[in-house]
């Protein structure tokens, strides 16, 4: 028995380094997100980068295939972190119908970022990223369907509910029960949370531009509406007082990314 509990915190233990090093790498990326967004947001900059459009910035670096191949490992590690919330549910969410949701955000969430690190193993072979076209052609598959229109719009619907609900979830006690804040100085809590909930509804913000873009594909049936984070940021800079509205969620999306690597460290992980 002795042995088998021995087992099983050694598993513990092995998930929440897998937890934290995914946290830590989904940080860098969006660091990058949001520092590329920001000459955008000055008028300095040609456009604004998604997350797959970072793999291919950081493959183009010296050493850029080993940087990569160790961020294709850290997106595999969230994406497992994310799997594990959603079968496992190490958070004890239960199955109850206001608990099964979040934990099919887990899941989906664990297949776009094992989607993205697809995307940079595919990158390190050499067969490059089709992350717009790839956009393009789901959507005007579904678009050719009986009733196309409604589910994309269906889809739309859904992303700009996660927009909202991240911004939401911010400013609620679940927020601060995700970090050991027993760890830290009354000052510290302070900052951190007000990154977080700075950074998380940052990136709400770029979700429900995502949810909204999809929704006019859906209206005008064109599956050329349809954008990833970088598209959305760059659709926002072309907007009035788009720029503006950028520059804060530039700065939102690194102060989230500061917020992922504050999860890596405090993140409270029950397994």
Excluded: C
């Amino acid at each position: 028995m002795w042995q088998s509990m021995q087992k099983l915190n050694i598993d513990n233990s092995w998930i929440e380094q897998i937890a934290r090093f995914g946290y830590a790498v989904k940080g860098v990326v969006y660091f990058i997100v949001g520092l590329l967004a920001m000459p955008v947001a000055l008028g300095i900059g040609n456009e604004a980068a998604g997350t797959s459009d970072v793999l291919q910035i950081i493959v183009a670096q010296p050493l850029g295939k080993f940087l990569l191949t160790i961020v294709a490992v850290g997106l595999t590690s969230y994406a497992v972190w994310r799997f594990v919330q959603a079968f496992v549910d190490p958070e004890h969410r239960g199955s109850q119908a206001n608990r099964v949701i979040p934990r099919l955000g887990y899941a989906i969430s664990g297949a776009s970022y094992a989607g993205l690190a697809m995307t940079a193993m595919q990158i390190i072979a050499g067969a490059g990223s089709h992350s717009s076209s790839w956009r393009h052609d789901w959507t005007a598959r579904l678009l050719a369907q009986p009733f196309g229109q409604w589910l994309v719009g269906i889809v739309g619907v859904v992303v700009l509910g996660v927009g909202v609900s991240l911004a939401y979830v911010a400013f609620t006690p679940k927020f601060r029960q995700r970090l050991q804040l027993s760890k830290m100085t009354t000052t510290q809590i302070k900052w951190v949370m007000g990154i977080g909930r700075f950074g998380v509804t940052a990136r709400g913000v770029a979700f429900g531009i995502i949810g909204l873009l999809l929704i006019q594909a859906a209206v005008q049936s064109d599956p050329d509406e349809v954008q990833g984070l970088g598209g959305a940021l760059q659709t926002l800079a072309e907007e009035p007082f788009g720029r503006w509205l950028l520059g804060i969620i530039a700065v939102g999306l690194v102060a989230y990314a500061i917020h992922l690597s504050i999860l890596a460290r405090y993140r409270r992980i029950r397994i």
